[in-house]
């Protein structure tokens, strides 16, 4: 079953708008990861947040972390058409179990010029 | 350029044809895993591997086999594939011995089994 769980699935908004994008997650988790994807393309990182950390920035992107609802939100600041893409959140786990990663649904983004 | 590589791009086969998806990366990394993603489920990790010789199930291992004799390859093996293993897949491979640092993606195998 997926961990992660993205919403909205889908966004549309304007350029210059800000997009936010959220990740549930049911576990407890090492770090959270945000991933982006244009269409049938290889997922490239964007932003890595570890379970002691609550907030963290890149360039225009903000990312939180609230490890006591198990949920985290990517902010995209004054979008711009080119970011137009799907975006994943991806929790990883370290216990005895295993070290896996595991992706959520992804929130499509459509930014209109 | 540091990148991950796979091969072939695209593939169409028939039922039951053995089939290897290749993986290669040239940053020295510990960490490779494999996904398959399909519309509605996002990518869910078939194997990974911490390091050479060591491999793991992931989410849905079955119909797949993998192995990581030397540390940049990662090939996927599908011994005898069916339509439903039709999906998009991408290996991915990070530094640190597991999920603990970004991942790099490679470009996406399609593969259709017919």
């Known amino acids: 079953s997926q961990q992660g769980e993205e919403d909205p699935q889908a966004l549309s908004i304007q350029e210059g708008e800000n997009a936010t994008m959220n990740c549930s997650y049911k576990t407890s988790i090492n770090n959270l990861q945000w991933y982006r994807q244009n269409s049938g393309r290889g997922l490239v990182h964007l932003i890595l947040?570890?379970?002691?950390?609550r907030e963290k920035h890149s360039g225009r992107l903000r990312v939180t972390l609230d490890t006591s609802k198990k949920s985290s939100s990517l902010l995209i600041t004054a979008s711009r058409a080119a970011d137009t893409a799907s975006y994943f959140c991806a929790t990883a786990l370290y216990n005895n179990a295993g070290n896996m990663l595991t992706f959520g649904g992804g929130t499509r983004l459509m930014v209109k010029p | 350029e540091a990148q991950v590589t796979q091969n072939p791009r695209y593939l169409i086969t028939v039922t039951g044809k053995k089939l290897t998806v290749t993986c290669s990366q040239n940053m020295n990394h510990e960490y490779m895993s494999w996904y398959r993603q399909d519309p509605g489920l996002g990518l869910r990790q078939i194997y990974y591997?911490?390091?050479?010789?060591?491999?793991d199930k992931g989410d849905v291992p079955e119909g797949y086999k993998v192995s990581r004799k030397e540390k940049r390859n990662f090939p996927l093996i599908l011994e005898s594939p069916s339509p439903n293993q039709t999906s998009l897949y991408f290996c991915a491979s990070s530094l640190s011995p597991g999920p603990y640092n970004e991942q790099f993606f490679g470009p996406g195998t399609r593969l259709t089994v017919l």
């Open positions: 947040i570890r379970s002691n950390e």
């Open positions: 591997s911490m390091n050479v010789e060591v491999t």
